[in-house]
T-cell receptor, first 114, second 116 residues
Framework: DTEVTQTPKHLVMGMTNKKSLKCEQH?????MYWYKQKAKKPPELMFV???????INESVPSRFSPECPNSSLLNLHLHALQPEDSALYLC?????????????FGDGTRLSIL | AQKITQTQPGMFVQEKEAVTLDCTYD???????LFWYKQPSSGEMIFLIY??????QNATEGRYSLNFQKARKSANLVISASQLGDSAMYFC?????????????FGAGTQVVVTP
């Protein structure tokens, strides 16, 4: 079991739906991350939150909207997604976003867009 | 621009043998961090080992060791005494202060299959 919990594990949604992915950690980490991973490819960074403030947005389309309600929670709100957005979405956390801090990942949410 | 190369797309290794996974990189930055992650078919990314570019000694964590050759820009992962549970995709990743220490950039990965 990982210390970063992601829900749901699987999600199927239509292109007009609105849904949210959730991520929770209780390690006292102050940096949290969202990654997108397509099959047989490495993860690609989407967003970084540091001390609950958005510090990196890797030019992600606005149909993905991150939110960090507190230091333990990270959400990714989804709206009007496209079929190419089907992927594994990984959440990670680290002590902070400084040098040498390993990121600890959750099991991911497998998202399918119909 | 930084580039991370894992030249071995896949490899088979026999149980109890050692295996070396290659990772080379191209950067002009003197300061960087090197990470190795394991991703089983279940999807979770598991942190294995870290090496800082200024660290004098090669990192070791249990059966994992990192063969860091800074001049050659190489950071190979060595797994000793392979186990069936080591079957997974292995990613080399790096971060740089100029872009943000928190921004991990991954290589393409190497798929390892451990056979009995």
């Amino acid at each position: 079991d990982t210390e970063v919990t992601q829900t749901p594990k699987h999600l199927v949604m239509g292109m007009t739906n609105k849904k949210s992915l959730k991520c929770e950690q209780h390690m006292g980490h102050r940096a949290m991350y969202w990654y997108k991973q397509k099959a047989k490819k490495p993860p690609e960074l989407m967003f970084v939150y540091s001390y609950e403030k958005l510090s990196i947005n890797e030019s992600v389309p606005s149909r993905f909207s991150p939110e960090c309600p507190n230091s333990s929670l990270l959400n990714l709100h989804l709206h009007a997604l496209q079929p190419e957005d089907s992927a594994l979405y990984l959440c990670a956390s680290s002590q902070d976003s400084g040098k040498g801090q390993p990121q600890h990942f959750g099991d991911g949410t497998r998202l399918s867009i119909l | 621009a930084q580039k991370i190369t894992q030249t071995q797309p896949g490899m088979f290794v026999q149980e109890k043998e050692a295996v070396t996974l290659d990772c080379t990189y191209d950067t002009s930055d003197p300061s960087y961090g090197l990470f190795w992650y394991k991703q089983p078919s279940s999807g979770e990314m598991i942190f294995l080992i870290y090496q800082g570019s200024y660290d004098q000694q090669n990192a070791t964590e249990g059966r994992y060791s990192l063969n860091f050759q800074k001049a050659r820009k190489s950071a190979n992962l060595v797994i000793s005494a392979s186990q069936l549970g080591d079957s997974a995709m292995y990613f080399c990743a790096m971060s740089f202060p100029k872009e943000s220490w928190g921004k991990l950039q991954f290589g393409a990965g190497t798929q390892v299959v451990v056979t009995p």
